[in-house]
């Protein structure tokens, strides 16, 4: 799939993705390719290994049909999606799924099932290094799915909220 990447600096790149096999993926851009394995960690977190052997922990943010929001070694990552291929069962043009980017503990929970939402809107707390933060929705749209409740420890990429978007 070809991706247009922005940085958190505004820095735009254009690329490709290509799978290779189950844990193979063929990365191309600004005239480079690279060939990375991805693993996943019994906790549900995505392990990037590199060409040299170099480990970084990547989590989705967010995700949809045309857009991944994601965290590689703490930097977030915005990629635009060109011309999408394959969508995973959660994703879609019309919804959000709303991963956890880290451990933490659901200390609030402001919607529930059938709740209308708009963009912005605080959705839920999440507690880590008793930090309080708030995950709010990317869309304007309705909540199709919580996977959550008050009290319950989640993981790093753990799926939080699915949001379909319209009203």
């Known amino acids: 799939m070809r991706l247009r990447l922005k940085t958190k600096s505004g820095k735009r790149i254009e690329g490709s993705v290509m799978k290779k096999d189950e844990q193979t993926y063929e990365v191309s851009y600004a005239g480079k390719t690279s060939v990375f394995k991805v693993y996943r960690t019994p906790f549900g977190s995505l392990i990037i290994e590199d060409e040299n052997g170099k480990k970084h922990k990547l989590s989705r943010i967010f995700s949809s049909k045309y857009e991944r929001v994601i965290e ?20 879609s043009p019309d919804v959000a799924l709303i991963k956890s980017s880290f451990s933490g503990s659901v200390k609030k929970v402001y919607v529930k099932k059938n709740d209308k939402v708009q963009k912005g809107q605080a959705l839920l707390d999440l ?8 995950i709010k929705s990317p869309i304007d749209g309705i909540v199709e799915d919580l996977y959550i409740s008050e009290g319950k420890n989640v993981m790093s990429g753990e799926k939080l909220v699915k949001i379909k978007s319209g009203n």
């Open 72 to 91: 590689i070694d703490d930097s977030i990552f915005n990629l635009e999606i060109v011309s999408p291929e394959a969508m995973g069962e959660d994703e």
């Open 127 to 134: 507690e880590s290094m008793k930090m309080i933060n708030t």
